[in-house]
């Protein structure tokens, strides 16, 4: 099994752009579900030492393209470590991440 890095990110390019507090509030129970769900599977792992330079990019869409890219616009809101038997599983994972119900992108990468 290899290890994933999933980068979670969300443009911030005007107040419009930014959830509302409802929205926020909304989203706290899908994080902790969906975290609780890679967890009960042990698919969660210790913090990373560092990553490949490949990854892919999930957008709000769920639409994967090539990445990372250098010029960002957007913040990086967090990254967790986890465990899959190979990109497509790790993708998988990270279609259900809350973030894209947010208008965000999660980014994956593949350990070393």
């Known amino acids: 099994m290899d290890e994933f890095l999933l980068i979670f990110r969300r443009a911030f390019m005007s107040p419009a752009d930014q959830p509302s507090p409802d929205e926020l ?9 969906w975290f609780g769900s890679i967890a009960a599977q042990d698919r969660l792992v210790r913090p990373l030492q ?5 990854g892919r990019v999930i957008d709000k869409d769920r639409k994967v393209t090539n990445g990372p890219f ?3 616009k957007e913040s990086i809101g967090g ?3 986890i465990r899959a038997e190979d990109y497509q599983q790790a993708l998988k ?3 259900g991440c809350p973030i894209l119900d947010l208008g965000g992108t999660v980014e994956v990468r593949q350990a070393v």
Request: negative net charge; without cysteine.
């Open 70 to 72: 250098a010029e960002i």
């Open 93 to 95: 994972i990270a279609e």
């Open 25 to 33: 509030q909304a989203s706290i129970k899908k994080w902790q579900d």
């Open 50 to 54: 560092r990553w490949d330079l490949e």
């Open 79 to 81: 990254l967790i470590l």
